[in-house]
């Protein structure tokens, strides 16, 4: 299965800032999925990042709040813009195959 | 009604018992089912993945799958203080890359 790098591990933000988490894949995969794990919540998935394309968002998150990138066929990043404590979270990158394979996460707190 | 149900636990149990951790699903359109174990600050990662129904067993670890009753389950022998996550089922459609995840449950063995 792959192997999925994803930094930061963690980030401490001011509100009204901007994050952005990269996640390197060590293959290639068409698609990459990014999720939300609220605290005491199972996972939400955010968006679905094709290659070449724009990414398709989930009902509940736009564009403009979690802008994402694929630039080639092993590296995403997702952006949480205009940060507030409501965003504090685990963001996680995800690839498919027999079973999915997760990144180790961002924790991430908003203050 | 929630698509997946999962006993949030806690669960603790002695080391060395047998663990059955269980989650139900409401649409029987749902074709396959994996069980997902997280270490705190980790990203999930996958333990079992099935599309049938019955057993299917990889070491210490069955998955169990009843589609007639939408019930699937993860049982864990000889446990271990290891052991000790949070543990979560998520089920899927063929050709929809989105998974349904449960809430987890967090599981603690007593050495």
């Known amino acids: 299965s792959a192997v999925i790098s994803q930094k930061p591990s963690r980030d401490i933000c001011q509100r009204g800032t901007s994050l952005t988490i990269q996640c390197q894949v060590d293959?290639?995969?068409?698609?990459m999925f990014w999720y939300r794990q609220q605290p005491g919540q199972s996972l939400t998935l955010i968006a679905t990042?094709?290659?070449?394309?724009?990414?398709?968002?989930e009902s509940g998150f736009v564009i403009d709040k979690f802008p994402i990138s694929r630039p080639n066929l092993t590296f995403s990043t997702l952006t949480v813009s205009n940060m507030s404590p409501e965003d504090s979270s685990i963001y996680l990158c995800?690839?498919?195959?027999?079973?999915?394979?997760f990144g180790s996460g961002t924790r991430l707190t908003v203050v | 009604q929630k698509e997946v149900e999962q006993d949030p636990g806690p669960l603790s149990v002695p080391e060395g018992a047998i663990v059955s951790l269980n989650c139900t699903y409401s649409?029987?359109?749902?074709?396959?089912f994996m069980w997902y174990r997280q270490y705190s600050r980790k990203g999930p990662e996958l333990l079992m993945y099935?599309?049938?129904?019955g057993n299917k067993e990889d070491g210490r670890f069955t998955a169990q799958v009843d589609k007639s009753s939408k019930y699937i389950s993860l049982f864990i022998r000889d446990s271990q203080p290891s052991d000790s996550a949070t543990y979560l089922c998520?089920?899927?459609?063929?050709?929809?890359?989105?998974?349904?995840f449960g809430t987890g449950t967090r599981l603690t063995i007593i050495p």
């Open positions: 293959s290639q995969v068409t698609m």
């Open positions: 998520a089920i899927g459609v063929f050709g929809n890359e989105k998974l349904t």
């Open positions: 649409n029987s359109a749902f074709q396959y």
């Open positions: 099935t599309y049938s129904s």
């Open positions: 990042a094709n290659q070449g394309s724009e990414a398709t968002y």
């Open positions: 995800s690839v498919g195959g027999e079973g999915y394979t």
